[in-house]
T-cell receptor
Framework: GQNIDQPTEMTATEGAIVQINCTYQTSGFNGLFWYQQHAGEAPTFLSYNVLDGLEEKGRFSSFLSRSKGYSYLLLKELQMKDSASYLCAVRDSNYQLIWGAGTKLIIKP | TAGITQAPTSQILAAGRSMTLRCTQDMRHNAMYWYRQDLGLGLRLIHYSNTAGTTGKGEVPDGYSVSRANTDDFPLTLASAVPSQTSVYFC????????????FGAGSRLTVL
């Protein structure tokens, strides 16, 4: 079967750096997405990786290794507003999105 | 502001009753989707539509139906609600081009008693 694994919850300190990992096993690969979801709100798009390597977008970066079925989202200079769930999703060979359960990130002052 | 509007925001429904969740987008996106989100699980696709007039089944379609009469609207109907349909429902849309990024509505919280 297809599955996406990511940690259920992580805690980090304001101003620090945190890395949220995502491993996947899917039938085919046509891109990996990271979305941010604040409690009670809709998911919003953060990043998209389709080739191996690092994509940087301000304080957020996303890395992909297709051979390892692995991605991470790196958040730098953490702010309290970064407290949210981070969802990893992979598009499979049928162009369907397979979603992880999300990682709840708690930021402490 | 362009985006997706869902209604109602929340609803409590008696088991056996029918319910339609409304979804409207003003971005002229070709594709629209309905997902449910349950604690501890990833988003699960219920139904989708790649263009007006066509619909398809997702991962968990049983007990739900959709229609796509035009580009903007994509209602989700529960014909006879059951408690296991208690969930948060998200409508989303995408342009079906480039990275095909999804834009989500604010969600509809449904409780079936």
């Amino acid at each position: 079967g297809q599955n996406i694994d990511q940690p259920t919850e992580m805690t980090a300190t304001e101003g620090a750096i945190v890395q949220i990992n995502c491993t996947y096993q899917t039938s085919g690969f046509n891109g990996l997405f990271w979305y941010q979801q604040h409690a009670g709100e809709a998911p919003t798009f953060l990043s998209y990786n389709v080739l191996d390597g690092l994509e940087e977008k301000g304080r957020f970066s996303s890395f992909l290794s297709r051979s390892k079925g692995y991605s991470y989202l790196l958040l730098k200079e953490l702010q309290m507003k970064d407290s949210a769930s981070y969802l990893c999703a992979v598009r499979d060979s049928n162009y369907q999105l397979i979603w992880g359960a999300g990682t709840k990130l708690i930021i402490k002052p | 502001t362009a985006g997706i509007t869902q209604a109602p925001t929340s609803q409590i429904l008696a088991a056996g009753r029918s319910m339609t969740l409304r979804c409207t987008q003003d971005m002229r996106h070709n594709a629209m989707y309905w997902y449910r989100q349950d604690l501890g699980l990833g988003l699960r696709l219920i139904h989708y539509s790649n263009t007006a007039g066509t619909t398809g089944k997702g991962e968990v379609p049983d007990g739900y139906s959709v229609s796509r009469a035009n580009t903007d609207d994509f209602p989700l109907t529960l014909a006879s609600a059951v408690p296991s349909q208690t969930s948060v429902y998200f409508c989303a849309s995408s342009a079906l081009s480039g990275a095909n990024v999804l834009t989500f509505g604010a969600g509809s919280r449904l409780t079936v008693l």
